[in-house]
């Protein structure tokens, strides 16, 4: 499965929106790019998954590049309850069902 | 409808001693997983079930480390004897599992977890 690369940490007011990057140069074609999230003390949860086109739902928006080789999870007004360890997973959807959950990225939405 | 539930939430025990974790998942899921969580680090797989079957153990350190699902529904997971390495969180998670649109059916949705401290 590609690996991802996300920045250790961001930053983001509460009501603005929240823009987190993640690089999976390696993907392959048939390689989804899937988001989690985990608030302090709880198990992750799911965002939000996309292979080629752009995906929305009531969470958040996921942006992913012609190339596929980056993407971006936007959360369009972000609150403080959104602060959370955002983790940014490949996925080929075979029988592994095994995630690769790096580090993710610690958003930090202030007042 | 309800989510993923385990318990204990937190188990404090010495090295050495026995621990188990138990595990309900959401209805109607399949497949159920079991991670491992070190402070500061994302989730790490340990075993993977389809149904009763563990169809994915790799990761699982069976000299110390158990798990079973009888009837495809429950899980336990088991250490004995534990080691003060083993401290961490234990998620467990589970999936719908089979195919949708040719795909393996992968949304994870995740319990609260066992956070696990070996004195």
């Known amino acids: 499965d590609a690996k991802t690369t996300q920045p250790t940490s961001m930053d983001c007011a509460e009501g603005r929106a929240a823009n987190l990057p993640c690089n999976h140069s390696?993907?392959?074609?048939?390689?989804?790019v899937y988001w989690y999230r985990q608030i302090h003390s709880q198990g992750p949860q799911y965002i939000i998954h996309?292979?080629?086109n752009n995906e929305t739902n009531e969470m958040a928006s996921l942006i992913i590049t012609e190339d596929r080789k980056s993407s971006t999870l936007i959360l369009p007004h972000a609150t403080l309850r959104d602060t959370a360890v955002y983790y940014c997973i490949v996925d080929r959807g075979s029988t592994l069902g095994r995630l690769y959950f790096g580090r993710g990225t610690q958003l930090t939405v202030w007042p | 409808e309800a989510g993923v539930v385990q318990s204990p939430r937190y188990k404090i025990i010495e090295k050495k001693q026995p621990v188990a974790f138990w595990c309900n998942p959401i209805s109607g899921h399949n497949t159920l997983y079991w991670y491992r969580q070190n402070l500061g680090q994302g989730p790490e797989l340990l075993i993977r079930y389809e149904n009763e079957e563990a169809v994915d153990d790799s990761q699982l350190p069976k000299d110390r480390f158990s798990a079973e699902r009888l009837k495809g529904v429950d899980s336990t997971l088991k250490i004995q004897p534990a080691e003060l390495g083993d401290s961490a969180v234990y998620l467990c998670a589970s999936s719908l599992g089979g195919l949708a649109g040719g795909r393996l059916q992968e949304t994870q949705y995740f319990g609260p977890g066992t956070r696990l401290l070996v004195l």
């Open positions: 390696t993907i392959s074609g048939n390689e989804y």
């Open positions: 996309g292979l080629k």
